[in-house]
Nanobody, 130 residues
Framework: VQLVESGGALVQTGGSLRLSCATSGFTFGDYAIGWFRQAPGQAREGVSYINNKEDKTNYADSVKGRFTISSDKAKNTVYLEMNNLQPEDTAVYYC????????????????????????WGQGTQVTVSS
């Protein structure tokens, strides 16, 4: 299993970025893929996920209305479109996938928790200047 993030950069407050997570090594359409972020000295937090099997998404309250997650099943790639970026969005952003495909009803928030995931990318830095 491999996940490779890209797209991080330094932007000004109010700017936009699109992060990409290119994946391989598993059946993309059967899994949930999550985006997380970690700022210095803080715990890793869930930002958003997409359940490719059921075409469901969810977002942390802090990014709702500003971030959009999407999935290209032909390219096995997940995107995170981030608009109206704020200094508090500064962090290393990671994508992740669980070791098992989606089965059953996991509720709306399960895949926003880091413990739901087993494989992680190396991360990409997003810095928002004020």
């Amino acid at each position: 299993v491999q996940l490779v993030e890209s797209g991080g950069a330094l932007v000004q407050t109010g700017g936009s970025l699109r992060l990409s997570c290119a994946t391989s090594g598993f059946t993309f359409g059967d899994y949930a893929i999550g985006w997380f972020r970690q700022a210095p000295g803080q715990a890793r937090e869930g930002v958003s996920y997409i359940n490719n099997k059921e075409d469901k998404t969810n977002y942390a309250d802090s990014v709702k209305g500003r971030f959009t997650i999407s999935s290209d099943k032909a390219k096995n790639t997940v995107y995170l479109e981030m608009n109206n970026l704020q200094p508090e969005d500064t962090a290393v952003y990671y994508c992740a996938v669980p070791k098992n495909p989606v089965t059953g009803d996991n509720g709306s928030y399960f895949f926003l928790f880091p413990l739901a995931y087993d494989h992680w990318g190396q991360g990409t830095q997003v810095t928002v200047s004020s």
